[in-house]
């Protein structure tokens, strides 16, 4: 059976008190998981030694980081490596998140290497793909979301894919308060489905988990963790308010 994720993802928010109370107030709620179902938190790079401390013990919630650089070290001023992050702790890194390709011009070509980075240290990644509003407004947002699928991933072996998630990220959803249907996440969520099948056969396809990314919230949770290739979601906003994340980890763990 596939993992279900609910992965929280702070972006440039919450000073250090504020992290460590946040995932305090998420330990105290937390419910019971079975076995497919796993927490990650994704806080910026200055929380992770002492949020990993927190969360040593909380077997169900693994640790994340936002970005790795796409070299292993070097003269590169304000940059993080695969390696660092292995190194305090990190389990899962966010690779192609749309903020990044669109404000650090994360190209996909760095990208692929970003991700050959983190598998190269040991991490797992979370890649990201998703459509702008216009492109979903053509009606050309399977073959945009295929093709940045393949520009990152499709250099990996079947081995490789066993250490990527995907989160379909649909740009105009994110921090807008806009979802995506339950009908247009399925839609797309199977099509990727259906993109991995063609490249690595069914068993890989169906063995992968999808994320959805884009204004999830308690409120809506339920109905998109309803669909069958929907296996959990990317949280932004709603990561940083413990009952607003907790209710969004019930959602995953009722569905
Ligand atoms: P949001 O962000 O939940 O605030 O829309 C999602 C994301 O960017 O991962």
């Known amino acids: 059976m596939r993992k279900k994720i609910v992965a929280g993802n702070w972006k440039m928010n919450l000073d250090l008190d504020e992290g460590a109370e946040l995932v305090n107030e998420i330990f105290k709620g937390l419910p019971v998981l079975s076995e497919n179902c796993q927490v990650v938190i994704a806080p910026p790079f200055i929380h992770l030694k002492e949020t990993g401390e927190q969360l040593t013990g909380m077997i169900d919630v693994h640790l994340g980081a936002q970005n790795c650089h796409h070299e292993s070290s070097g003269a590169y001023t304000g940059e993080v490596s695969a390696g660092m992050l292995k190194s305090a702790g990190v389990e899962y890194v966010i690779i192609g998140h749309s903020e990044r390709r669109e404000y650090m011009k994360e190209d996909d070509a ?4 970003k991700v050959n980075q983190a598998l190269t240290n040991g991490l797992k990644v979370i890649f990201c793909c998703g459509e702008p509003l216009e492109i979903r407004d053509n009606n050309t947002q399977n073959t945009y979301v ?17 250490n990527i998630v995907l989160a379909y990220e649909p740009i105009w959803a994110i921090g807008t308060g806009r979802t995506a249907t339950s009908e247009q996440a399925q839609d797309m969520h199977a099509h990727i489905r259906s993109v991995i099948a063609n490249q690595y056969g069914e068993d890989a396809a169906y063995a992968i988990s999808i994320l959805y990314g ?13 669909c069958p290739d929907v296996d959990g979601g990317l949280i932004g906003g709603a990561a940083l308010k413990a009952k607003d994340f907790l209710g969004i980890i019930e959602a995953m763990a009722n569905s």
Do not use: V
């Open 110 to 113: 760095m990208l692929a290497k």
């Open 146 to 162: 295929e093709s940045e699928i393949k520009a990152g991933l499709f250099h990996l072996s079947e081995k490789q894919l066993n």
């Open 214 to 226: 884009g204004s999830c919230k308690p409120s809506n949770a339920d109905e998109l963790f309803a």
